[in-house]
């Protein structure tokens, strides 16, 4: 069986710690991941905390990967990151973290898995990761781009500001 490559996207998000620090650490884990490479890099976003919002701000953006992992064993190495590289705690949902990675996108693929569902099930709902997302991949499937708020009359986002991105090693990026 042929293993082919896959463009994914991540959203990555912290509110604790200095978040550009935690985002920049975060983001040098996935390049060392074993047959991924880091794409792009969206702008960064400020933004108010969402579902528990008595918190700090985060800060947030997306980067897309090339990989040749599998979903699940993506996830695998995201949870590792997460968890054991960065300290993050096992809290409540939506509360203050060091740092969360989301997978987003993988290809085309259509995932509804117990604990893992691509695409991720909040972007439309999440200003902070549609926004870095259409900067990377304009062209999002269409049963997801119906979702997003853009283009209608009323459409104002006041919890989300593009902040100035902090240098990132150009090695990173390939």
Same mark, same amino acid.
């Given at each position: ?7 994914? @996207? ?42 528990? #919002? %008595? ?5 947030? #953006? ?37 740092? %969360?990675? %989301? ?13 893992? #569902? ?9 200003? @902070? ?46």
């Amino acid at each position: 069986m042929p293993i082919h490559t896959k463009n994914c @996207f991540l959203g990555l998000g912290s509110n604790l710690k200095n978040p550009t620090k935690q985002l920049k650490v975060a983001i040098k884990h996935i390049n060392n991941l074993p047959r991924t490479k880091i794409i792009k890099l969206a702008p960064w976003y400020q933004s108010k905390a969402w579902g528990v #919002t %008595d918190q700090h701000d985060f800060i947030n #953006t997306v980067i897309e990967i090339r990989t040749l992992l599998t979903p699940m064993a993506l996830l695998k190495a995201i949870k590792t990151i997460e968890y054991r590289l960065m300290h993050r705690q096992f809290n409540q949902r939506w509360h203050a973290r060091v740092i %969360d990675i %989301d997978i987003l996108l993988v290809g085309r693929q259509l995932i509804n898995r117990k604990e893992l #569902t691509i695409p991720h099930p909040w972007i439309a709902q999440r200003p @902070f990761v549609w926004l870095p997302l259409l900067k990377l991949k304009a062209n999002l499937p269409l049963s997801l781009r119906k979702k997003l708020p853009i283009g209608h009359k009323n459409h104002k986002i006041e919890s989300c500001w593009e902040i100035p991105q902090p240098k990132i090693h150009r090695n990173l990026v390939r």
